[in-house]
């Protein structure tokens, strides 16, 4: 049928008195709906939802819950062996910054410097850093309560 034309229908228009009805029907109960929810009040468990409160409470939970995960921190006496020797290694923050701004995993870290740098001393500045780095790293993703938040 190449070439074929077809004819539009038009379709008439019924008589939509019917239909009209309905949708005022509706419009009543969509009415009552409304007023059903004006008549609402909000719930407890709505007034204390913490999003809801005002900044300045936000704001001194928050403090709150900082300063306590800084004291825990600070009692935390593995976490501090690990700083003080990321402080004692040399380039170590440097390195230890750029590796969480990539997002590397200590895996990546170590096959790139057996891939790139075969050379480097296993003892070495770079090999400590990457070993300091794991240790966070591993507090961090496989603790139940890990005490920093990288990156």
């Known amino acids: 049928m190449k070439g074929a034309r077809f004819l539009r229908t038009v379709s008439r228009q019924q008589d939509n ?25 909000p719930s407890a ?3 204390n939802n913490p999003l809801l409160r005002p900044a300045a409470e936000v704001l001194a939970a928050a403090q709150k819950a900082d300063n306590a995960l800084l004291a825990r921190v600070r009692q ?19 390195r230890i910054k750029n590796w969480l701004e990539q997002k590397k995993t200590p895996e990546q870290i170590a096959s790139m410097f057996r891939k790139d740098y075969p050379t480097l001393s296993i003892q070495g500045a770079e090999w400590k850093s990457l070993r300091l780095y794991t240790a966070l790293f591993m507090r961090q993703h496989h603790s139940l309560n890990p005490t920093v938040k990288l990156g």
């Open 17 to 41: 008195a019917e239909e009209d009805d309905e949708i005022d029907a509706l419009d009543s109960q969509e009415e009552e709906r409304m007023v059903a929810v004006k008549n609402l009040k």
């Open 76 to 94: 935390d006496k593995t976490l501090q062996s690990i700083f003080k020797q990321i402080e004692q290694t040399s380039g170590a923050e440097r």
């Open 45 to 47: 468990r709505y007034k």
